[in-house]
């Protein structure tokens, strides 16, 4: 079926360390999707990357899209207390269905 | 705040029941989504309409139903309710012309006892 799967599901980062989540889907995506949610929230849109080896950045984080637009990570840097939550890819298919991987919760250590 | 409301905010019914849950999108969104987000599952895909149609069809149980409205507020309805059906239900809508940027509401958390 088509599914976006999502690794670590757990990331314990140290204040300041750097780390980052991974997507696949062995389908070709139409896009991917990043969001995050807080702890007690909602789902928060962060970005949409659409073009092959799409790259983006917002501040301390870096998107990017696969050349088979089929995987996709977000990679951040000098990680920060605010950063705590759940990080999820959403895989958008060419019919229209969109699949989120199981997420990556991270926690920080001051 | 996303622009988007869900109501209510919290509802605990029995199991076999049935309720219904309503999502309003942003003005001029055209799409709704619903997801159901609990704790062993992560945030499943259950449908979407846009502009009252119904696009795409995700994991979304036969005893559940949804639809959109001329005026395009959605409602989700779940009935021969399980205790399995617990979870969070969260609606999210896009601008037109489809899956672009979603935009979540708060959510309703459904407890069945």
């Known amino acids: 079926g088509q599914q976006v799967m999502q690794i670590p599901q757990y990331q314990h980062v140290q204040e300041g360390e750097d780390f980052t989540t991974y997507c696949n889907s062995s389908t070709t995506l139409s896009n991917i999707q990043w969001y995050k949610q807080r702890p007690g929230g909602h789902p928060v849109f962060l970005i949409q990357?659409?073009?092959?080896?799409e790259v983006k950045k917002q501040k301390r984080l870096t998107f990017q899209f696969g050349e088979a637009k089929k995987n996709s990570s977000l990679h951040i840097t000098a990680t920060q207390t605010t950063d705590v939550g759940t990080y999820f890819c959403a895989g958008c298919f060419y019919d229209y269905k969109l699949s989120f991987g199981a997420g990556t919760t991270v926690t920080v250590r001051a | 705040d996303s622009g988007v409301t869900q109501t209510p905010k919290h509802l605990i019914t029995a199991t076999g029941q049935r309720v219904t849950l309503r999502c309003s999108p942003r003005?001029?969104?055209?799409?709704v989504y619903w997801y159901q987000q609990s704790l062993d599952q992560g945030l499943q895909f259950l449908i979407q309409y846009y502009n009252g149609e119904e696009r795409a069809k995700g994991n979304i149980l036969e005893r559940f139903s949804a639809q959109q409205f001329p005026d395009l507020h959605s409602e989700l309805n779940l009935s021969s309710l399980e205790l399995g059906d617990s979870a969070l239900y969260f609606c999210?809508?896009?601008?037109?012309?489809?899956?672009?940027?979603?935009?979540f509401g708060p959510g309703t958390r459904l407890t069945v006892l």
């Open positions: 003005s001029g969104d055209l799409s």
């Open positions: 990357l659409v073009k092959s080896g």
């Open positions: 999210a809508s896009s601008p037109p012309p489809s899956t672009d940027t979603q935009y």
